[in-house]
């Protein structure tokens, strides 16, 4: 039973989901027709724009009492798979009467001329059929997807007022159902794979138009898509339908297109690097004599750049008046100082990206220097160029503002300058606000004395802890090496003594004469014999080789 009902559930799940699936498509008709109401006979032929005059109306005849709904929708009419053209089907609800004969229905398109075709009742139905609310329906005129078409419809005879107008949009190329019949919405299906290290792109076709070859290229997408290299055909008796496209960067708007090998065909973009937004904030470049500071936004994005300033914290405030929108094309902010702190901020919706150019200090034009030589603040302000400054003396604060001015001084350095500013009477605070005043876009920089001090103060204290760690590591090197030379001068003087002892002894034996001299062996050389070790003789020097 539980299976039974499962099986049920399913069938009617796949009912609806064919259901829902056939009406996302337009319905379909072999041929174009005109349809009266049951017992109403019509016939349907073209209309001349040129009308004749119009008559008046009778008595009681107009435009809401006549026409009470006209109603439009598009329909298909094919004549092979991809070969299917759209037909606007107009229905028009009206009054019939004795005097209306009929009605007359006009189409206009933008670019073309007005088409009108008639609806004629015969005499004998439309005589029977007087004073019921009778309808009329036509699918014979062509459209174009999307295209706007503009409606009157007539009664025949044409009675002066009597007259309805409308308009109608036909349906654009977002049908799956248009897409892959109609040839002027079949633009092929593209689907890719990125190679990122080769810097690649492969590229397959699917649902082409058949029997026609097939134009793929990268392109930047803007108003239009503007080529980015070579096309590349696909020939439609290839079996595999691919290609390889390199490209340069990955920026957001590099698409890829496609298109049929026909006149007029539409096209399709894909876009594989859509979200990759941080590819635009880079070509910032800074003119060191103009002092002008340039980026160009290479894809249509609405984006705001600001210049900014980084804090110790990381975060970049942004400089007053220094903030521009732009969607497309280049910018300049002119008079900028090159301060390594001064960076350029992009933001895009609620995202946001930094960029700092002059971060390795390469282009820095000037540096302020603070010092205490005994027990005085000494503040240099050093520049590579002619400009002016402004020296605060400020108290540091956890507010917004970061640090309280107390007073300021004005300062103009020259070319390859410094300039000291005696303020050691002045100087209450532990920290100096420099900023430069001869440009519109600067870094305003806090130089505080007391933290570089007791920064200094460190560096010694770890210095000397580093020298006493040296000492207590050569100490032990040293008594070892005391000791081993105490105990070879020992040994040096307890060899000298026995040595000597060793001699006075000899000298007391060489007094007593020898009783006789012993030759205990020799050996025969050459037919003498030579004693092998001589035991008398010449004693003295025999002791002299033997100590």
Request: net charge positive.
């Amino acid at each position: 039973m539980i299976l039974w009902v499962a099986l049920l559930t399913a069938h009617c799940c796949l009912g609806l989901n064919g259901a829902a699936a056939e009406g996302t498509g337009l319905d379909r008709i072999e041929k174009c027709s005109t349809r009266c109401s049951q017992g109403l006979h019509c016939k349907a032929r073209p209309d001349y724009i040129f009308h004749p005059p119009c008559q008046e109306a009778a008595g009681g005849l107009n435009t809401s009492s006549v026409f009470h709904n006209i109603s439009f929708s598009t329909v298909m009419m094919c004549e092979g798979r991809q070969k299917c053209s759209l037909q606007l089907r107009i229905k028009t609800a009206l009054q019939l009467t004795e005097s209306i004969q009929g009605v007359s229905i006009c189409t206009m398109t933008a670019g073309m001329m007005m088409s009108c075709r008639i609806l004629k009742f015969t005499r004998s139905s439309g005589k029977r059929m007087s004073g019921l609310q009778v309808e009329v329906e036509n699918d014979c005129t062509s459209v174009s997807p999307n295209q706007r078409v503009q409606v009157v419809v007539k009664t025949l005879p044409s009675y002066c007022g009597i007259t309805w107008t409308g308009t109608y949009n036909a349906p654009a190329c977002i049908s799956e159902d248009m897409r892959r019949h109609v040839p002027d919405c079949i633009t092929g299906r593209l689907s890719y794979n990125v190679n990122p290290v080769r810097k690649e792109l492969s590229v397959s076709v699917s649902e082409m138009m058949e029997d026609h070859n097939y134009n793929l290229r990268l392109c930047y997408k803007d108003f239009l898509c503007s080529g980015a290299g070579t096309n590349l055909l696909i020939k439609k008796e290839e079996p595999v339908k691919s290609v390889t496209l390199p490209y340069s960067r990955p920026l957001p708007c590099l698409c890829i297109e496609g298109w049929s090998a026909v006149m007029d065909a539409p096209r399709v973009q894909v876009c594989p690097f859509k979200d990759r937004l941080k590819e635009l904030w880079f070509g910032i470049t800074f003119d060191p004599l103009e002092e002008t500071l340039s980026w160009e936004l290479v894809c249509p994005v609405a984006t705001v750049v600001a210049l900014c300033q980084t804090r110790k914290d990381g975060v970049c405030v942004d400089l007053p008046n220094a903030s521009r929108n732009v969607s497309r094309g280049k910018i300049r902010f002119t008079e900028v100082d090159p301060h390594p702190q001064l960076c350029v901020k992009f933001t895009v919706g609620s995202q946001f990206w930094t960029r700092c150019p002059f971060a390795d200090g390469r282009l820095q034009a000037w540096d302020v220097v603070v010092t205490r030589q005994r027990d005085r603040e000494q503040v240099a302000v050093t520049s590579r160029i002619n400009a002016t400054f402004s020296v605060g003396l400020c108290v540091t604060s956890a507010g917004p503002a970061g640090c309280q001015i107390n007073k300021t001084h004005r300062v103009h350095v020259g070319e390859n300058e410094a300039v000291g500013l005696n303020l050691s009477d002045e100087l209450r605070s532990s920290c100096v606000q420099v900023r430069r005043l001869d440009v519109k876009y600067t870094a305003t920089v806090i130089h505080c004395v007391e933290q570089r001090n007791r920064a200094a103060h460190r560096r010694h204290v770890v210095a000397g802890g580093t020298s006493w760690d040296l000492i207590w590591a050569f100490v032990p090197v040293g008594v070892c090496l005391s000791g081993i030379i105490s105990v070879t001068l020992l040994l040096h003087v307890l060899l000298t003594v026995y040595l000597r002892r060793r001699k006075q002894r000899g000298n007391e034996k060489q007094k007593d004469p020898p009783h006789d001299c012993v030759v205990p062996a020799t050996h025969q050389h050459g037919g003498i014999l030579i004693p092998d070790s001589p035991l008398c003789g010449n004693t003295e020097k025999a002791n002299l080789l033997s100590e």
